[in-house]
């Protein structure tokens, strides 16, 4: 949350009050973060919990088919460049989304079936 607020959140206690924050940068994300409690009176602890667990950011859950379905959904409608994906339990997330999700991408030409070059940089273009 520091990142995102912009904010050393280090110099507060856990266990102080949100509205006790200021982030004079970023005081609308601030708001939206504390709007995501009911309760006025939340915790930096108990507001970490709740942003960790939703980020503004989608939350896919379905069938393979179906999670690509909503991937190439937000490619095509250029929301995204790429895919940054977030494990929903550990173990087991990641390998079930390369395994499953991944070669329903790869059948939609979103996702390579191999680098181009030998090393990293060659594959950026970066030789």
Do not use: C, W
């Not at 973060?33 to 939350?59: F, H, M, N, W």
């Not at 997330?93 to 939609?108: A, G, T």
Request: proline share 4%.
């Amino acid at each position: 949350m520091s990142n995102h607020l912009n904010v050393d959140l280090s110099q507060y206690s856990l266990d102080e009050f949100v509205e006790k924050v200021e982030a004079q940068d970023y005081q609308k994300l601030l708001s939206v973060l504390q709007r995501l409690s009911l309760d006025k009176t939340i915790t930096l602890k108990e507001l970490g919990k709740i942003y960790g667990r939703s980020l503004a950011v989608p939350q896919l859950v379905g069938t393979p088919i179906q999670i690509a379905d909503k991937l190439e959904a937000l490619f095509r409608e250029e929301a995204g460049d790429g895919f940054v994906i977030s494990p929903a339990y550990l173990p087991g997330s990641f390998d079930e989304f390369v395994y499953l999700v991944i070669p329903e991408l790869q059948k939609r030409g979103l996702f390579r079936k191999e680098y181009t070059g030998r090393t990293l940089k060659d594959s950026l273009g970066l030789n």
